[in-house]
């Protein structure tokens, strides 16, 4: 398994500002995830970070407003630029193990903006 | 494309009861198949995995089986708790782009 933290656990940001979430895990990963829950949906995949190469984003999403590090194999950081109420959500970061490539979650962070 | 189906989408019950999750996908052609649970406003738990040779896998009160060729996994809570109250996602694993494609859940109330 992995212990995966996040920070901050939450915040309040308002409109145009940036905020920057980092992930770190207790293990050596190759990738790591990092996905968005707005309220009451599903999981979205933002954005895939293998360490020493450049993300990769899913439809939908920009390397612009959502650039992501990955400076080794244990940290990475997810920043949400720019930002309007409707990024408003929990950003999770995840990492797999395995094979069987089993996925673990961090505790995700609380986005509010106002 | 795959599709990841769960029922129902909500379901309240009295404690002690024995209760199943139901989890369905339109392609057998998965790696692998994982539960999670998610308390509200918290991150992930994963519950248990089933690799795509498997039929079953058991954690304490929970066991979870899979039927590739009919395309369902179903999870199996046994003597239901309040504390077992949650989210329940069921996610498939679909191969080489390590993705994983998820349901919208079950979210469960278990009364005491």
């Known amino acids: 398994s992995a212990v995966i933290s996040q920070k901050p656990s939450r915040d309040i940001c308002q409109r145009g500002t940036s905020l920057t979430i980092q992930c770190q895990v207790d293990?050596?990963?190759?990738?790591m995830f990092w996905y968005r829950q707005q309220p009451g949906q599903s999981l979205t995949l933002i954005a895939t970070?293998?360490?020493?190469?450049?993300?990769?984003?899913e439809s939908g999403f920009v390397i612009d407003k959502f650039p992501i590090s990955r400076p080794n194999l244990t940290f990475s950081t997810l920043t949400v630029s720019n930002m309007s109420p409707e990024d408003s959500s929990i950003y999770l970061c995840?990492?797999?193990?395995?094979?069987?490539?089993?996925?673990?979650f961090g505790p995700g962070t609380r986005l509010t903006v106002t | 494309k795959q599709e990841v189906t769960q029922i129902p989408a909500a379901l309240s019950v009295p404690e002690g009861e024995n209760l199943v999750l139901n989890c369905s996908f339109t392609?057998?052609?998965?790696?692998?198949l994982q539960w999670f649970r998610q308390d509200p406003g918290k991150g992930l738990t994963s519950l248990l995995l089933?690799?795509?040779s498997q039929r079953e896998q058991t954690s304490g009160r929970l066991n979870a089986s899979l039927d590739k060729s009919s395309g369902r996994s179903t999870l199996y809570i046994a003597a239901s708790q309040p504390g077992d109250s949650a989210t329940y996602l069921c996610?498939?694993?679909?191969?080489?782009?390590?993705?994983?494609?998820w349901g919208l859940g079950t979210s469960l109330a278990v009364n005491p």
């Open positions: 995840s990492v797999e193990h395995g094979p069987p490539y089993e996925q673990y």
């Open positions: 293990s050596q990963v190759t990738m």
């Open positions: 970070a293998n360490q020493g190469s450049e993300a990769t984003y």
């Open positions: 392609d057998s052609a998965i790696y692998n």
């Open positions: 089933i690799q795509s």
């Open positions: 996610a498939v694993h679909a191969g080489n782009n390590r993705k994983l494609i």
